[in-house]
Nanobody, 127 residues
Framework: QVQLVESGGGLVQAGGSLRLSCAAS????????MGWFRQAPGKEREFVSR????????DYADAVKGRFTISKANASNTVYLQMNSLKPEDTAVYYC????????????????????WGQGTQVTVSS
């Protein structure tokens, strides 16, 4: 059984940084792309970033491009999300997920392409 456990969330002032981690167990981590999503109160879960199985390709939502960096360490079964220049609008619960289905282009941002999810970690950015 695949399990994903996020950590690293917390309270930070605007302009600050956080690094989220997602530790995976079960399955063969190196074979799968991974993604980060977030959900703010009263809003739908939205795509933040994704990375290919090898780590060679990354994509970002326009709202975080240039501020967030996703990375993947296959040796330790961990995916990271480095978040810099945080803004109050980044406040949300952040989830990591395993992409279990093939995708192409923008379809890789679709929640339905991801089959296992972590429990989420809260990120709160104060103004």
């Amino acid at each position: 059984q695949v399990q994903l456990v996020e950590s690293g969330g917390g309270l930070v002032q605007a302009g600050g940084s956080l690094r989220l981690s997602c530790a995976a167990s079960g399955g063969t981590f190196s074979r799968y792309g991974m993604g980060w999503f977030r959900q703010a109160p009263g809003k739908e879960r939205e795509f933040v970033s994704r990375i290919s199985s090898s780590g060679s390709r990354t994509d970002y939502a326009d709202a975080v491009k240039g501020r967030f960096t996703i990375s993947k360490a296959n040796a330790s079964n961990t995916v990271y999300l480095q978040m810099n220049s945080l803004k109050p609008e980044d406040t949300a619960v952040y989830y990591c997920a395993r992409r279990g289905n093939t995708c192409l282009g923008n379809s890789c941002y679709d929640i339905s392409k991801y089959d296992y999810w972590g429990q989420g970690t809260q990120v709160t950015v104060s103004s």
